[in-house]
């Protein structure tokens, strides 16, 4: 019964890679709400954010699986990168949700106007 029992290594790597995953995000992209405040405005602003969000999009979503994969390899298990592409599945879902709302709704402030 013990040796079909998910080791503690590949709990512990589970675990530590998932959460791992935001902080790759987060050093390449900006937080959710800056993206839906800031994203909208006239078009080539919104195609300009959009073109860089997404590239950071891949590029976080890269390195995650590299972990994810590298985790797996160490714990001999499948959990580790399974665990982080659901993590970055759902990071994504969150930044594109918040850069949909952005160019629709969001209110496209211009940082040049300054505070009045």
Request: net charge neutral; glycine share 10%; aromatic share 8%.
């Amino acid at each position: 019964m013990a040796r079909d029992m998910i080791p503690a290594e590949a709990i512990g790597l589970t675990i530590l890679t998932a959460f791992e995953v935001p902080n790759l995000y987060s050093g390449l992209l900006p937080s959710q709400f800056t993206i839906a405040t800031f994203s909208g405005g006239d078009s080539a602003k919104r195609e300009h954010t959009t073109k860089w969000i997404r590239k950071s999009e891949v590029q976080a979503t890269a390195m995650s699986l590299i972990l994810g994969a590298g985790a797996s390899a160490l714990a001999k298990s499948p959990f580790p990168f399974l665990a982080t592409a659901l993590m970055c599945g759902y990071l994504l879902w969150q930044y594109e949700t918040a850069l949909r709302q952005g160019n629709q709704d969001g209110p496209g402030l211009n940082m040049q106007d300054g505070a009045k």
